[in-house]
């Protein structure tokens, strides 16, 4: 079964640093989106992306964050300075359709330092 | 209050017992639902699509009731492997594909 995967896996990042995280979506989705865990607190939606531009954004989504598929199959999400409360869970998810389910990679916990 | 509000839990229960969650949203211009289960610290994984007729799948059976604001799940004959923590999960469709989680209800099925 095709899916969603992640890397890093894990990433640990100096507090100001830049990270990138990489996802590779299902090969025949259309949508591709970013999601957060905070340890112990729910999901939250970051920012989703169809057609080479940004559908739409969360408060979260500020300045900082930044996506970008540069390839045809890689959609990233970058931070440009990091700061402590960004150490979460980060998954990515794509569909087919905005209707349809979304299936998720398996994350890239990032720890802030 | 919050979008979208699931029981509380844990709910901890034996082998082959019959369990239900409840799941309400606030905003009456959702228009899909979806069930999703979360094991620990890992990603969300489609349980099934909640549909208006109702739905069925093995031992899972989903309902929505568009009036009342109400998703429910209701899980037969439970398995150990059924122990997880339940997302209750609505998209507005209209604003991206956006999902919004409720905050989870665990499961913990016990022989």
């Known amino acids: 079964e095709p899916e969603v995967t992640q890397t890093p896996s894990h990433q640990v990042t100096q507090m100001g640093q830049e990270v990138i995280l990489r996802c590779v979506p299902i090969?025949?989705?259309?949508?591709f989106y970013w999601y957060r865990q905070i340890l112990g607190q729910k999901v939250e939606f970051l920012v989703s992306?169809?057609?080479?531009?940004?559908?739409?954004k969360s408060e979260i989504f500020d300045d900082q964050f930044s996506v970008e598929r540069p390839d045809g199959s890689n959609f990233t999400l970058k931070i440009r300075s990091t700061k402590l409360e960004d150490s979460a869970m980060y998954f990515c998810a794509s569909s087919e359709g905005t209707v349809q389910p979304q299936h998720f990679g398996d994350g890239t916990r990032l720890s802030i330092l | 209050r919050k979008e979208v509000e699931q029981d509380p839990g844990p709910f901890n229960v034996p082998e082959g017992a019959t369990v239900a969650f409840n799941c309400t949203y606030s905003?009456?211009?959702?228009?899909?639902f979806f069930w999703y289960r979360q094991d620990c610290r890992k990603e969300p994984k489609l349980l099934m699509s909640v549909y208006s007729s109702g739905n069925e799948d093995g031992r899972f059976t989903a309902q929505l009731n568009r009036a009342s604001q109400y998703i429910s799940l209701l899980i037969r004959d439970s398995k150990l492997s059924d122990s997880a923590t339940y997302l209750c999960?609505?998209?507005?469709?209209?604003?991206?594909?956006?999902?919004?989680f409720g905050q989870g209800t665990e499961l913990s099925v016990k022989p």
């Open positions: 090969s025949n989705h259309l949508y």
């Open positions: 905003n009456s211009a959702s228009q899909s």
């Open positions: 992306f169809y057609n080479n531009e940004i559908s739409e």
């Open positions: 999960v609505v998209n507005r469709n209209n604003q991206g594909g956006k999902l919004i």
